[in-house]
Protein backbone atom coordinates (compact mmCIF):
# COMPACT_ATOMS: atom_id res chain seq x y z
CA UNK A 1 0.00 0.00 0.00
CA UNK A 2 1.20 3.80 -0.71
CA UNK A 3 2.54 5.17 2.75
CA UNK A 4 4.45 7.81 1.84
CA UNK A 5 3.96 10.68 -0.93
CA UNK A 6 7.04 9.85 -2.48
CA UNK A 7 5.16 5.83 -2.35
CA UNK A 8 2.10 8.15 -4.40
CA UNK A 9 4.69 9.26 -7.07
CA UNK A 10 6.51 6.08 -8.26
CA UNK A 11 2.77 4.20 -8.08
CA UNK A 12 0.96 7.20 -9.79
CA UNK A 13 3.88 6.99 -12.51
CA UNK A 14 3.54 3.35 -13.17
CA UNK A 15 -0.06 4.14 -14.06
CA UNK A 16 1.36 7.06 -16.04
CA UNK A 17 3.42 4.99 -18.14
CA UNK A 18 -0.21 2.93 -19.05
CA UNK A 19 -1.81 6.23 -20.21
CA UNK A 20 1.40 7.07 -22.55
CA UNK A 21 1.14 3.63 -23.99
CA UNK A 22 -2.39 4.01 -24.91
CA UNK A 23 -1.67 7.48 -26.74
CA UNK A 24 0.50 6.11 -28.78
CA UNK A 25 -2.79 4.61 -30.52
CA UNK A 26 -5.51 6.82 -29.48
CA UNK A 27 -5.11 10.29 -30.09
CA UNK A 28 -7.15 13.68 -29.07
CA UNK A 29 -9.05 11.25 -26.19
CA UNK A 30 -6.75 12.48 -23.02
CA UNK A 31 -9.76 13.00 -20.66
CA UNK A 32 -11.49 9.80 -22.14
CA UNK A 33 -8.33 7.82 -21.16
CA UNK A 34 -7.53 9.32 -17.60
CA UNK A 35 -10.83 8.19 -16.99
CA UNK A 36 -11.03 4.42 -17.74
CA UNK A 37 -7.62 4.86 -15.66
CA UNK A 38 -10.00 5.81 -12.96
CA UNK A 39 -12.05 2.89 -13.93
CA UNK A 40 -9.54 0.68 -13.76
CA UNK A 41 -7.85 1.82 -10.70
CA UNK A 42 -10.92 1.43 -8.31
CA UNK A 43 -11.99 -2.03 -9.57
CA UNK A 44 -14.90 -0.37 -11.58
CA UNK A 45 -16.14 -0.80 -14.59
CA UNK A 46 -17.21 2.25 -17.32
CA UNK A 47 -19.49 3.30 -19.65
CA UNK A 48 -18.57 5.00 -23.20
CA UNK A 49 -20.64 6.61 -25.04
CA UNK A 50 -20.19 8.12 -29.03
CA UNK A 51 -20.80 8.08 -31.98
CA UNK A 52 -19.39 5.03 -34.36
CA UNK A 53 -15.56 6.52 -35.29
CA UNK A 54 -14.28 7.90 -32.35
CA UNK A 55 -11.89 5.02 -31.34
CA UNK A 56 -13.98 3.60 -28.10
CA UNK A 57 -13.14 -0.02 -29.08
CA UNK A 58 -9.68 1.02 -30.44
CA UNK A 59 -9.56 2.92 -26.87
CA UNK A 60 -9.94 -0.58 -25.04
CA UNK A 61 -8.48 -2.81 -26.69
CA UNK A 62 -5.33 -0.93 -26.50
CA UNK A 63 -6.02 -0.41 -22.49
CA UNK A 64 -6.04 -4.18 -22.29
CA UNK A 65 -2.11 -4.55 -24.72
CA UNK A 66 -1.32 -1.28 -22.15
CA UNK A 67 -1.68 -3.87 -19.40
CA UNK A 68 -1.05 -7.36 -20.83
CA UNK A 69 -3.94 -8.86 -19.61
CA UNK A 70 -6.80 -11.08 -21.19
CA UNK A 71 -9.16 -9.29 -23.40
CA UNK A 72 -12.55 -10.20 -24.52
CA UNK A 73 -14.96 -8.43 -27.15
CA UNK A 74 -18.75 -9.45 -27.41
CA UNK A 75 -20.46 -7.42 -30.13
CA UNK A 76 -24.29 -7.55 -27.77
CA UNK A 77 -27.42 -8.06 -30.81
CA UNK A 78 -30.93 -8.48 -30.14
CA UNK A 79 -30.26 -12.47 -30.55
CA UNK A 80 -27.64 -13.06 -28.32
CA UNK A 81 -28.55 -15.38 -25.38
CA UNK A 82 -26.92 -15.01 -22.12
CA UNK A 83 -25.40 -18.06 -22.69
CA UNK A 84 -23.49 -16.88 -25.28
CA UNK A 85 -21.82 -14.48 -22.89
CA UNK A 86 -21.14 -16.60 -19.95
CA UNK A 87 -20.52 -20.19 -21.28
CA UNK A 88 -22.59 -23.34 -21.29
CA UNK A 89 -22.26 -27.04 -20.16
CA UNK A 90 -21.79 -29.39 -22.79
CA UNK A 91 -21.62 -32.94 -23.13
CA UNK A 92 -17.88 -34.60 -23.27
CA UNK A 93 -18.69 -37.81 -25.21
CA UNK A 94 -15.00 -39.25 -24.43
CA UNK A 95 -15.57 -38.66 -19.91
CA UNK A 96 -19.80 -39.43 -20.37
CA UNK A 97 -20.26 -36.10 -18.00
CA UNK A 98 -21.29 -32.64 -19.31
CA UNK A 99 -18.15 -29.56 -18.95
CA UNK A 100 -18.62 -26.42 -18.56
CA UNK A 101 -17.22 -24.31 -21.53
CA UNK A 102 -16.32 -21.00 -20.53
CA UNK A 103 -17.73 -17.89 -22.54
CA UNK A 104 -16.13 -14.64 -24.18
CA UNK A 105 -17.40 -13.09 -20.58
CA UNK A 106 -13.97 -14.70 -18.78
CA UNK A 107 -11.09 -12.36 -19.42
CA UNK A 108 -9.75 -9.72 -17.59
CA UNK A 109 -10.94 -6.68 -19.45
CA UNK A 110 -14.26 -7.18 -21.12
CA UNK A 111 -15.57 -4.97 -24.41
CA UNK A 112 -19.17 -5.24 -24.19
CA UNK A 113 -20.51 -3.38 -27.51
CA UNK A 114 -23.30 -1.97 -28.07
CA UNK A 115 -24.59 -3.01 -24.93
CA UNK A 116 -27.63 -1.37 -25.21
CA UNK A 117 -28.28 -3.96 -28.37
CA UNK A 118 -28.78 -7.28 -25.94
CA UNK A 119 -32.19 -7.98 -24.63
CA UNK A 120 -33.25 -7.69 -20.78
CA UNK A 121 -31.96 -11.29 -20.10
CA UNK A 122 -28.38 -11.19 -21.38
CA UNK A 123 -27.92 -7.61 -20.05
CA UNK A 124 -29.01 -9.78 -16.62
CA UNK A 125 -26.31 -11.95 -17.05
CA UNK A 126 -23.95 -9.17 -17.80
CA UNK A 127 -25.16 -7.70 -14.72
CA UNK A 128 -24.55 -10.41 -12.25
CA UNK A 129 -21.00 -10.70 -13.07
CA UNK A 130 -20.60 -6.93 -12.55
CA UNK A 131 -21.91 -6.68 -9.48
CA UNK A 132 -20.67 -10.47 -7.93
CA UNK A 133 -17.82 -11.14 -10.14
CA UNK A 134 -18.73 -14.68 -11.25
CA UNK A 135 -21.57 -16.25 -13.72
CA UNK A 136 -23.98 -18.84 -12.68
CA UNK A 137 -25.19 -21.53 -15.39
CA UNK A 138 -27.22 -23.77 -14.06
CA UNK A 139 -27.09 -23.50 -10.76
CA UNK A 140 -23.31 -23.55 -10.64
CA UNK A 141 -21.44 -20.31 -9.64
CA UNK A 142 -18.24 -19.77 -11.80
CA UNK A 143 -15.62 -17.01 -10.33
CA UNK A 144 -14.45 -14.04 -12.62
CA UNK A 145 -10.55 -13.67 -12.78
CA UNK A 146 -9.65 -10.62 -10.40
CA UNK A 147 -9.14 -8.10 -12.34
CA UNK A 148 -12.24 -8.65 -14.14
CA UNK A 149 -13.08 -5.13 -15.34
CA UNK A 150 -16.12 -4.41 -18.10
CA UNK A 151 -16.20 -1.10 -20.61
CA UNK A 152 -19.55 -1.14 -22.58
CA UNK A 153 -20.53 0.82 -25.20
CA UNK A 154 -23.35 2.65 -26.79
CA UNK A 155 -24.11 4.66 -29.65
CA UNK A 156 -26.19 7.99 -28.35
CA UNK A 157 -27.81 9.13 -31.91
CA UNK A 158 -28.62 5.17 -32.53
CA UNK A 159 -31.95 4.20 -30.83
CA UNK A 160 -33.74 1.70 -33.37
CA UNK A 161 -33.69 -1.74 -32.41
CA UNK A 162 -32.02 -1.10 -28.71
CA UNK A 163 -32.89 -1.82 -25.39
CA UNK A 164 -32.35 1.00 -22.52
CA UNK A 165 -30.17 -0.26 -19.89
CA UNK A 166 -32.50 -0.16 -16.74
CA UNK A 167 -31.28 1.87 -13.42
CA UNK A 168 -30.33 -1.04 -11.53
CA UNK A 169 -27.63 -2.00 -14.21
CA UNK A 170 -26.60 1.73 -15.14
CA UNK A 171 -26.16 2.33 -11.37
CA UNK A 172 -23.16 -0.42 -11.41
CA UNK A 173 -21.05 1.45 -13.69
CA UNK A 174 -18.11 3.77 -12.04
CA UNK A 175 -18.30 6.34 -14.57
CA UNK A 176 -20.75 7.21 -17.72
CA UNK A 177 -17.43 8.68 -19.67
CA UNK A 178 -18.39 10.75 -23.27
CA UNK A 179 -16.45 10.31 -26.18
CA UNK A 180 -16.17 13.42 -28.10
CA UNK A 181 -14.76 14.33 -31.91
CA UNK A 182 -10.77 14.72 -31.57
CA UNK A 183 -9.55 18.36 -32.22
CA UNK A 184 -8.17 19.30 -35.51
CA UNK A 185 -4.59 18.68 -34.50
CA UNK A 186 -5.27 15.12 -33.07
CA UNK A 187 -7.42 14.57 -35.86
CA UNK A 188 -4.44 15.38 -38.43
CA UNK A 189 -1.87 13.48 -36.15
CA UNK A 190 -4.50 10.20 -36.76
CA UNK A 191 -4.24 11.10 -40.49
CA UNK A 192 -0.51 10.53 -40.18
CA UNK A 193 -0.51 7.42 -37.98
CA UNK A 194 -2.47 5.97 -40.77
CA UNK A 195 0.00 7.23 -43.47
CA UNK A 196 3.39 5.56 -41.13
CA UNK A 197 1.17 1.99 -41.72
CA UNK A 198 -1.04 2.31 -39.09
CA UNK A 199 -3.74 -0.04 -38.83
CA UNK A 200 -7.05 -0.46 -36.11
CA UNK A 201 -7.36 -4.13 -37.54
CA UNK A 202 -3.63 -5.34 -36.88
CA UNK A 203 -2.16 -5.03 -33.62
CA UNK A 204 1.16 -5.94 -34.86
CA UNK A 205 0.96 -1.82 -36.30
CA UNK A 206 0.11 -0.15 -32.42
CA UNK A 207 3.32 -0.15 -30.90
CA UNK A 208 2.22 -0.57 -27.40
CA UNK A 209 4.19 -2.20 -25.30
CA UNK A 210 3.18 -3.71 -22.01
CA UNK A 211 3.78 -1.22 -19.06
CA UNK A 212 1.96 -3.10 -16.38
CA UNK A 213 0.35 -6.85 -15.59
CA UNK A 214 -2.80 -8.24 -13.87
CA UNK A 215 -0.83 -8.43 -10.45
CA UNK A 216 0.71 -4.75 -10.98
CA UNK A 217 -3.27 -3.71 -11.62
CA UNK A 218 -4.43 -5.24 -8.51
CA UNK A 219 -1.32 -3.81 -6.74
CA UNK A 220 -2.32 -0.31 -7.65
CA UNK A 221 -5.99 -0.49 -6.87
CA UNK A 222 -4.78 -1.41 -3.40
CA UNK A 223 -2.27 1.39 -3.51
CA UNK A 224 -5.54 3.59 -4.58
CA UNK A 225 -7.23 2.23 -1.36
CA UNK A 226 -4.77 3.94 0.98
CA UNK A 227 -5.25 7.48 -0.61
CA UNK A 228 -6.68 9.46 2.46
CA UNK A 229 -9.71 12.10 1.89
CA UNK A 230 -10.67 13.82 4.67
CA UNK A 231 -13.56 14.54 6.60
CA UNK A 232 -14.13 17.96 4.83
CA UNK A 233 -13.87 16.42 1.92
CA UNK A 234 -15.91 13.41 2.42
CA UNK A 235 -18.82 16.18 3.62
CA UNK A 236 -18.28 18.02 0.39
CA UNK A 237 -18.79 14.73 -1.17
CA UNK A 238 -22.51 14.17 0.62
CA UNK A 239 -22.96 17.54 0.08
CA UNK A 240 -23.27 17.01 -3.84
CA UNK A 241 -25.02 13.62 -3.32
CA UNK A 242 -27.80 15.20 -1.05
CA UNK A 243 -28.13 18.74 -3.63
CA UNK A 244 -30.04 15.65 -6.12
CA UNK A 245 -32.43 15.26 -3.78
CA UNK A 246 -35.41 17.10 -3.71
CA UNK A 247 -34.56 18.68 -6.78
CA UNK A 248 -37.57 19.97 -8.80
CA UNK A 249 -35.46 18.91 -12.04
CA UNK A 250 -34.80 15.44 -11.07
CA UNK A 251 -37.42 12.63 -11.23
CA UNK A 252 -34.28 10.18 -10.31
CA UNK A 253 -31.82 11.81 -7.38
CA UNK A 254 -28.62 9.82 -6.63
CA UNK A 255 -28.32 7.35 -4.51
CA UNK A 256 -25.75 6.36 -1.72
CA UNK A 257 -24.01 4.25 -4.39
CA UNK A 258 -23.15 7.34 -6.01
CA UNK A 259 -21.46 8.72 -2.68
CA UNK A 260 -18.93 5.89 -2.60
CA UNK A 261 -18.86 5.69 -6.19
CA UNK A 262 -17.27 9.41 -6.05
CA UNK A 263 -15.16 8.90 -3.47
CA UNK A 264 -13.60 5.69 -4.82
CA UNK A 265 -13.38 8.12 -8.25
CA UNK A 266 -11.97 10.72 -6.14
CA UNK A 267 -9.35 8.44 -4.63
CA UNK A 268 -8.03 7.26 -8.02
CA UNK A 269 -8.09 10.70 -9.67
CA UNK A 270 -5.53 11.91 -6.52
CA UNK A 271 -3.69 8.75 -7.29
CA UNK A 272 -2.76 9.74 -11.06
CA UNK A 273 -1.95 12.95 -9.79
CA UNK A 274 0.74 11.05 -7.97
CA UNK A 275 -1.09 12.36 -4.25
CA UNK A 276 -1.38 10.69 -1.49
CA UNK A 277 -4.85 12.75 -0.73
CA UNK A 278 -7.87 13.81 -1.69
CA UNK A 279 -8.69 17.57 -2.63
CA UNK A 280 -12.07 18.93 -3.72
CA UNK A 281 -11.08 19.84 -7.04
CA UNK A 282 -11.06 15.45 -7.59
CA UNK A 283 -14.28 15.56 -6.42
CA UNK A 284 -15.38 18.11 -8.62
CA UNK A 285 -13.61 16.92 -11.82
CA UNK A 286 -14.87 13.91 -11.39
CA UNK A 287 -18.54 14.52 -10.35
CA UNK A 288 -20.02 14.75 -13.88
CA UNK A 289 -19.30 11.47 -14.92
CA UNK A 290 -20.10 9.71 -11.56
CA UNK A 291 -23.51 11.30 -11.66
CA UNK A 292 -25.02 11.76 -14.86
CA UNK A 293 -26.37 8.29 -15.54
CA UNK A 294 -27.43 8.31 -12.25
CA UNK A 295 -29.77 10.85 -11.96
CA UNK A 296 -32.99 11.31 -14.58
CA UNK A 297 -34.47 14.68 -15.11
CA UNK A 298 -37.90 15.07 -15.67
CA UNK A 299 -39.85 15.34 -18.82
CA UNK A 300 -40.49 19.15 -18.29
CA UNK A 301 -36.90 19.80 -17.69
CA UNK A 302 -35.77 17.83 -20.74
CA UNK A 303 -38.67 19.62 -23.27
CA UNK A 304 -36.94 22.97 -21.74
CA UNK A 305 -33.54 21.47 -23.16
CA UNK A 306 -32.02 21.17 -20.08
CA UNK A 307 -29.41 17.84 -19.90
CA UNK A 308 -27.81 16.12 -16.97
CA UNK A 309 -24.57 17.65 -17.28
CA UNK A 310 -26.00 20.64 -17.57
CA UNK A 311 -27.75 20.73 -14.50
CA UNK A 312 -25.08 18.61 -12.20
CA UNK A 313 -22.71 22.14 -13.06
CA UNK A 314 -25.55 24.21 -11.67
CA UNK A 315 -25.37 22.45 -8.90
CA UNK A 316 -21.21 22.15 -8.26
CA UNK A 317 -21.65 25.84 -8.49
CA UNK A 318 -23.89 26.23 -6.31
CA UNK A 319 -22.29 23.67 -3.45
CA UNK A 320 -19.50 25.89 -1.30
CA UNK A 321 -16.22 24.30 -1.89
CA UNK A 322 -14.16 23.45 1.15
CA UNK A 323 -10.56 24.89 1.07
Same mark, same amino acid.
Given at each position: MVRTAADASAAGGAAGRIIEQVQRVVLGQDDVLRHMLVV????????? =?????? /? %? *?LAVRSLALALNVHFGRVQFTPDLMPTDLTGLNVLDELKHAFVFRRGPIFAE????? =?????? /? %? *?????????????????????PLPPAFTVFATQNPVEHEGTYPLPEAQL??????IVVDYPDAAAERGILDRYAEGFSADRLDTYGIEPAAAAAELLALRGAVAAVHVEPRVRDYIVAIIRATRGDAALSLPASPRAAVALFSAARAQAFLEERDFVIPDDVKQLALPVLRHRIR???????????????????????????
Open positions: LLTGGHGLI =EGVPGT /A %K *TLLLAD =EINRAP /A %K *TQAALLEAMQERQVTVDGVSHDRFLLKMTPEAEVEGLTADAHLAVLLDRIETPR
